[in-house]
């Protein structure tokens, strides 16, 4: 049984972080109705690195479309609201109250609903600005740790507009257990901004233990003395030692006696100072060796490794095609693997039970199941 079966869900969202929202849900098995305008989500046709927006996160839903400033098109919001167990929406503050589907006015129609907004701000001198993945990562500080000094890089994915979503799912299904004892349901709001804050949190606890401020992580000092990117002879490859017998290991497995019987390198402290000592050795011995021998090795001894890979080399990764990656055919008839929610329930992981719609698609069926309830 999927775990929220018999739970409705009522999207109106584009872009990444409300989509996103909804499919978390319906990938754990509610059923998602996403809304769309009469020209469907303006993200289905978005260009660049927007394209893969759309085909990422609206599988598992249906999609009907409903002129929400006429008086039909109202009429069939509010009775699906009144069967609704969710509704999510992203849309600008203020927007969706001049419609008549702010919190307020929804929960008339139906207390019990959960009512989740995705925002780029909480409650707070901001709360009325307009924001995005990137603003939120720009001035929540994470762009300035991810390039070098001078040089703030936002992440290479849409990390805030996914984060967020998941603290909004946790944030449903918490109102959901809840009004199990109360009949009632809740706002629930999920924000970028402060999801930012909360991803370098660490970085703001380094600056207090230790009185400095945390530097960006290009120039950071590593915890560990090896902990870095090296070269190999066809590649690259990232290696970690953090653990006093993960350097034995490391040790034993290149034949670095002398590391292995050195007082001075027996504890992860001593090795630090002992990093310009290290890191070169390292570095010659890896870089003599091919990706897939290097991997070997590390592998054998149980060691942390990762070779260096694009987005696209995850299709052919062995471990993802054991059943991380779910099939399905976009409403321009391309078919598409595309990552599975990362998670399984009692060994089971989380399938496809529908491919993301075509506009509208589902609009006649989801109307004429509201006629017969």
Same mark, same amino acid.
């Given at each position: 049984m999927a775990h929220l079966e018999g739970v409705r869900v009522l999207e109106f969202s584009h872009m990444v972080m409300g989509p996103t929202v909804g499919m978390i849900l319906a990938d754990l098995g509610a059923e998602v109705i996403k809304v769309e305008p009469s020209g469907g989500d303006k993200t289905r046709t978005l260009p660049g690195s927007g394209a893969g927006y759309f085909a990422m996160y609206n599988r598992n839903k249906r999609s009907v479309v409903l002129d929400l400033k006429s008086p039909e098109g109202m009429g069939a919001v509010r009775? %699906? %609201?009144?069967?609704s167990d969710v509704m999510v929406e992203n849309f600008r503050g203020g927007a969706l109250d001049k419609l008549g589907l702010g919190y307020e006015d929804v929960k008339a129609i139906n207390p019990g609903i959960v009512y989740q907004s995705c925002k780029g701000f909480l409650s707070g001198p901001y709360e009325n600005r307009t924001a995005l993945d990137e603003v939120a990562q720009m001035m929540g500080g994470l762009a300035y740790m991810t390039g070098p000094s001078g040089r703030p890089l936002r $992440?290479? $994915?849409? *990390?805030?507009? *996914?984060?967020?979503?998941?603290? @909004?799912?946790? @944030?449903? &299904?918490? $109102? &959901? %257990?809840?009004?199990?004892?109360t009949g009632q349901g809740a706002e629930v709001r999920a924000s970028l901004f402060e999801t930012t804050a909360f991803l370098v949190g660490q970085h703001i606890a380094q600056g207090a233990v230790t009185g400095t401020p945390a530097p960006p992580m290009p120039e950071r000092i590593s915890a560990w003395a090896v902990y870095d990117v090296f070269n190999t002879a066809d590649g690259h490859m990232f290696v970690g030692v953090v653990s006093d017998s993960q350097?034995? $290991? &490391?040790?034993?497995a290149f034949g670095l006696d002398d590391w292995a019987g050195d007082p001075d390198m027996a504890?992860?402290? @001593?090795? *630090?100072?002992r990093r310009e000592v290290i890191m070169p050795r390292l570095r010659g011995i890896f870089g003599a060796l091919s990706t897939e021998a290097l991997s070997a090795r590390l592998e054998e001894v149980g060691l942390p490794f990762a070779p260096i890979r694009k987005p696209d080399d995850l299709l052919d990764d062995p471990q993802l095609a054991a059943g991380g990656l779910l099939e399905m055919d976009l409403p321009d008839g391309k078919r598409v693997r595309l990552p599975a929610l990362p998670l399984e329930i009692d060994g089971a992981r989380l399938g496809l039970r529908a491919s993301p719609p075509s506009v509208g698609a589902d609009t006649a069926d989801v109307l004429a199941e509201l006629e017969r309830d």
């Open positions: 009775e %699906l %609201l009144k069967r $992440a290479g $994915a849409s *990390v805030i507009d *996914v984060t967020g979503a998941m603290f @909004g799912v946790i @944030g449903i &299904l918490s $109102a &959901l %257990l809840a009004r199990k004892d350097w034995k $290991a &490391l040790c034993g504890d992860n402290r @001593g090795r *630090v100072t």
